[in-house]
C-alpha cells in the first residue's frame, strides 16, 4: 500500500525508500490487473506480493554496475521474489514505472502543500478579524495615502491564498496521471485494461495520450503552481519587512527571550524569517521555469528532464512546505502595534485626507480642476512647514468660500474612512 505521509514527513516521500516502494506497488498491480484477465495464474501474483522486496543499497550497488536504476531495482526484486519474477515488469518500459511513481510522489507531496494552504488560510482569516477596524495608513509607491484597515492586509492575502488553493488543485489533478502503456505508449504488448488497472488502485487518473512519457506540461503547471504559492508568501514577508523597519515599526516579527539579532549590535531584533522567505521563494520561481524547459523533449521521448525533476520537484514540494509552514507561525505570532500606527498616520499632519477634501470641495459646486489645485497648493505648504492641515486649509480664502470650519472638521474622520470594511469581509466570505 502506498502510505500517507504527514507535513513534518514530507521528505520521506522523496526517499529512495519511498520511490521503490511506489515502484514495487507498481509493478505488482500490473501482474494484479493481467492476473485478473487470466494472463497469469493468481498464485504468482500472491507470490509476488508476499515475497516482493527490495534493499536500498542492494539496487544502489546494482545500478553502480549497470547504469540503470530500473534494471538494478527489477535484479534486485527477482532476488526476492524467484522464479515467478518473470512476470514482473512484462510488456512495460521504465517510465511506465518511473512516471506514474512520479505521478504518486507529486500526489503525496501535493496533499501535504494542500493542508498547509489550508492551515494558513485560517491564520490569515482569524487575524483579519483581530484587526479589522484597526486603522493604520495605506501606502502606494511607499508614499502616505490613505486610510485603510490594518485587518484588510491578511484579508487581500488570505483571499489570495484561496486563489492559490484553488490553482494549485488544479494543478494537482493535473500531474497525478499515471501510464502503464509500453515503449512509445502504443500499448503494443500489454492491454489498456493493466494502465487503468494500475491508476485507479493508486489514485491516479490514467494518461489519455502518452508517448513514452507522460508529457511535462503537466509537472511545468504543477511547479507553477507553487511557485505562484512561494510568490504570495514572498508578497507577505516583503510587507512585514517593511512594516517592521525602525521609522515604520507597527509590526514585527516575534522575537523569543533568549533570541539574538547581531553579532555586533545587541539591540537589534531583526525580520529574519521574513527575509528567508523572500530569499527562498526565488528558488520557487527558478525551478518553475525549469520546469518550463522541460516540455519540450525529443519525439517520443528523451531524458533531458530525468536529471532536472530529480532536484526541482522534491526541492520545491520540501520547500513549499517548509516556507507554508514557516509563515504561518509568522503570521500567528506576529506582534503589531496600533497605537504607532495611529502616530504614523500622523506623520503628514492630516494629508491623507486630502481626498476627502477635494471631494468635498466638488460636492459644493468647486470645478474639479480648481478644487485639486486648491488642496494641492495647501498640502505643499504642510509638507513644507509641518503644519496641521485643518488649519492651513481653514485659512485659506478660496476654501472659505466653498466650506466652513464644520465642513472642514468632518473631512478628518477615521471611521469614515473605515466604514465599508464590513462590506468588504463580506465579500471575501472572512467572517464565518
Excluded at 506480493?49 to 534494471?71: P, T
Excluded at 532536484?311 to 512546505?321: E, F, G, M, R, Y
Aim: charge should be negative; include cysteine; proline fraction near 2%.
Amino acid at each position: 500500500m502506498i502510505p500517507r505521509y504527514t507535513r513534518e514527513e514530507m521528505g520521506k516521500i522523496w526517499s529512495d525508500e519511498n520511490r521503490f516502494r511506489v515502484w514495487l506497488e507498481i509493478e505488482t498491480l500490473a501482474c494484479e490487473a493481467r492476473a485478473e484477465k487470466g494472463e497469469i495464474p493468481k498464485d504468482v501474483v500472491k507470490n509476488i506480493r508476499a515475497k516482493g522486496n527490495f534493499e536500498v543499497q542492494r539496487i544502489l550497488d546494482i545500478e553502480a554496475e549497470v547504469k540503470h536504476d530500473v534494471i538494478a531495482f527489477l535484479t534486485n526484486v527477482a532476488e526476492y521474489v524467484g522464479e515467478d519474477s518473470k512476470h514482473i515488469h512484462y510488456g512495460m518500459t521504465s517510465s511506465d514505472v518511473l512516471d506514474t511513481a512520479l505521478a504518486v510522489q507529486c500526489k503525496q507531496a501535493g496533499e501535504i502543500i494542500l493542508r498547509d494552504i489550508e492551515n494558513l488560510i485560517e491564520a490569515l482569516r482569524l487575524r483579519a478579524i483581530e484587526f479589522k477596524m484597526t486603522p493604520c495608513v495605506g501606502r502606494s509607491h511607499g508614499i502616505h495615502a490613505e486610510i485603510t484597515s490594518f485587518g484588510l492586509k491578511f484579508a487581500m492575502w488570505c483571499e489570495e491564498m484561496r486563489r492559490n488553493k484553488k490553482r494549485f488543485e488544479a494543478a494537482l489533478e493535473s500531474v497525478s496521471v499515471g501510464q502503464v502503456s509500453g515503449a512509445v505508449g502504443t500499448f503494443e504488448h500489454l492491454e489498456p485494461y493493466v494502465q487503468e488497472f494500475v491508476c485507479e488502485k493508486l489514485g491516479l487518473k490514467a494518461e489519455s495520450v502518452s508517448t513514452q512519457v507522460i508529457q511535462r506540461d503537466r509537472h511545468a503547471e504543477f511547479l507553477c503552481a507553487i511557485a505562484m504559492i512561494g510568490s504570495t508568501l514572498d508578497k507577505i514577508a516583503v510587507e512585514v519587512r517593511h512594516l517592521q523597519r525602525t521609522e515604520v515599526l507597527e509590526a514585527e516579527e516575534f522575537f523569543s527571550k533568549k533570541q539574538k539579532g547581531s553579532s555586533a549590535m545587541p539591540h537589534k531584533r531583526n525580520p529574519i524569517v521574513s527575509e528567508q522567505v523572500s530569499g527562498l521563494a526565488r528558488l520557487l520561481r527558478t525551478n518553475a521555469l525549469a520546469g518550463l524547459e522541460n516540455v519540450p523533449l525529443w519525439h517520443e521521448r528523451d531524458i533531458s528532464h530525468s536529471s532536472v525533476e530529480r532536484v526541482i520537484l522534491p526541492d520545491s514540494t520540501i520547500l513549499a512546505n517548509h516556507l507554508l509552514t514557516k509563515v504561518t507561525k509568522l503570521v500567528e505570532n506576529l506582534l503589531v502595534y496600533p497605537e504607532q500606527m495611529i502616530k504614523n498616520i500622523n506623520l503628514t499632519n492630516g494629508l491623507v485626507f486630502s481626498q476627502t477634501v477635494l471631494l468635498a470641495l466638488t460636492k459644493k459646486g468647486c470645478l474639479r480642476e480648481v478644487a485639486y489645485r486648491l488642496v494641492q497648493r495647501n498640502a505643499m505648504e504642510v509638507w513644507k512647514t509641518k503644519e496641521n492641515f485643518q488649519i492651513v486649509l481653514k485659512r485659506d480664502s478660496e476654501i472659505a468660500e466653498y466650506l466652513n470650519e464644520n465642513e472642514i472638521n468632518s473631512c478628518f474622520d477615521f471611521d469614515k474612512s473605515l466604514k465599508n470594511v464590513d462590506y468588504i469581509f463580506k465579500q471575501a466570505r472572512i467572517e464565518n
